[in-house]
């Protein structure tokens, strides 16, 4: 499966060994979801749920019993699902459980009581590896990963204290207790790690440091420009500037690396962007999305134009 999700495997071991789970926790359903759709989420295919998994329930059996699939290699490879499939134009079939890109073929991946299972068949022109995506929100924070949770800190920048407030409140209110602290305290390879706070706050995080090197080193479809991050720069699935936002413009990213656990930035243009980021953390706005920018009223999944 070429390198796809080297950097993923990576990262979910690390967490797996560190052994600082805090088991199942509090959730509102153990019911298991698989969501099915093409381009970036952008074209839904299907989407089914299971309120009871079987001791031997693996991500390849729940998508077999519920959708037309074809593989390769000896079954290891996803080859279509219900007709579509992948192509020698870059174009092929990735997976995700509780938004973070697979650790290995979906037939040896076991599922885990509420897990959320995404297929996505996309471009991978700009990049193969996506390590992790904002759109099984509230996942992985709930169920965590690979069956256990856990601790969720909060980095805060000095002049986005009410941006910090609501993500921390969204994250309370499902069940999830988080600890906060100033910006570079940096969460470790044991937690996961949400970063809140402008661009200028934020760029010298790993995180930004990714963003800024683009897909091939993040997985986000996005970057800011400009003196201190003013504006923010949309990409399309070939990793080109498409559109550029300026004032007021926030973005929900989410990313992973081997020494550190899945973290998400909250981030913005300016203090007002933070704040429309903060306020589109929910199920509802984030669904199906590999990251979200925002400005005003309006929302814009990246990468861009993927439907195109």
């Excluded at 509230?138 to 909060?154: A, D, K, L, N, Q």
């Excluded at 973005?251 to 429309?276: H, K, M």
Aim: include cysteine.
């Amino acid at each position: 499966m070429r390198r796809a999700a080297v950097a993923a495997v990576a990262i979910v071991s690390a967490i797996a060994v560190a052994g600082c789970g805090l088991g199942a926790g509090k959730s509102t359903s153990g019911v298991v979801t698989l969501n099915v759709t093409r381009n970036f989420g952008t074209a839904p295919v299907g989407a089914v749920s299971e309120k009871s998994i079987p001791g031997s329930q693996t991500v390849m059996r729940m998508l077999e019993r519920s959708f037309k699939v074809t593989t390769r290699y000896s079954g290891g490879f996803v080859e279509s699902i219900d007709g579509h499939a992948g192509s020698a134009s870059r174009l092929d079939w990735f997976y995700y459980v509780n938004g973070v890109q697979a650790t290995m073929g979906a037939a040896g991946t076991s599922v885990h009581k509420g897990d959320r299972i995404w297929w996505d068949l996309h471009d991978w022109t700009a990049t193969d590896s996506i390590p992790a995506v904002v759109g099984s929100f509230p996942e992985p924070f709930v169920h965590g990963i690979g069956g256990r949770r856990y601790p969720v800190t909060i980095e805060c920048g000095t002049d986005t204290g009410a941006a910090c407030k609501r993500v921390t409140s969204e994250l309370n209110s499902i069940g999830v207790p988080v600890s906060s602290q100033a910006i570079g305290g940096g969460s470790g390879t044991d937690s996961i790690g949400v970063v809140v706070g402008s661009w200028h706050d934020v760029e010298g995080e790993l995180l930004a440091a990714l963003i800024e090197h683009g897909p091939a080193s993040s997985g986000v479809y996005a970057r800011f420009a400009g003196a201190n991050g003013s504006s923010l720069q949309l990409l399309n699935p070939s990793g080109k500037v498409v559109r550029t936002l300026g004032a007021d413009a926030g973005l929900i990213a989410a990313t992973a690396q081997p020494s550190t656990g899945p973290f998400w930035l909250i981030t913005g243009t300016d203090v007002a962007g933070v704040s429309a980021a903060a306020a589109a953390l929910t199920p509802a706005q984030l669904r199906d999305h590999f990251a979200l920018a925002v400005q005003g009223q309006s929302d814009f999944p990246v990468p861009l134009e993927a439907a195109s």
